[in-house]
């Protein structure tokens, strides 16, 4: 059964830092590229990060220079830290892996930025 439990998130002012984790189970976490997306009340879900297995890293422009994901391959988990954040990075943060097709997402993490 695959598994994706993010923790983390919090209350925090503008200018704050937060670092998430997305601990997995049930994948071959070593082989799998894994993503954090981000939904803002109201908004749709976007993509904010992704590491392949290689641990090649992308970032929406958004988020890019602020926010830093990384994996520990030996601990099945995903990382997002995030930097300089600003209120429009209230949101709730999921964590995504895609196997065989088929997406797997976590519950999700909130994410409060205000002051």
């Known amino acids: 059964q695959v598994q994706l439990v993010e923790s983390g998130g919090g209350f925090v002012q503008p200018g704050g830092s937060l670092r998430l984790s997305c601990a997995t189970s049930g994948i071959t976490f070593r082989l799998r590229t894994m993503r954090w997306y981000r939904q803002a009340s109201g908004k749709q879900r976007e993509l904010v990060a992704t590491?392949?297995?290689?641990?090649?890293?992308d970032y929406a422009d958004s988020v890019k220079g602020r926010f830093t994901i990384s994996r520990d391959n030996p601990k099945n988990t995903v990382y997002l830290q995030m930097n300089s954040l600003k209120p429009e990075d209230t949101a709730v943060y999921f964590c995504?892996?895609?196997?065989?097709?088929?997406?797997?997402w976590g519950k999700g993490t909130l994410v409060t930025v205000s002051s």
């Open positions: 995504n892996t895609v196997r065989f097709g088929t997406d797997y």
């Open positions: 590491i392949t297995n290689a641990g090649s890293a």
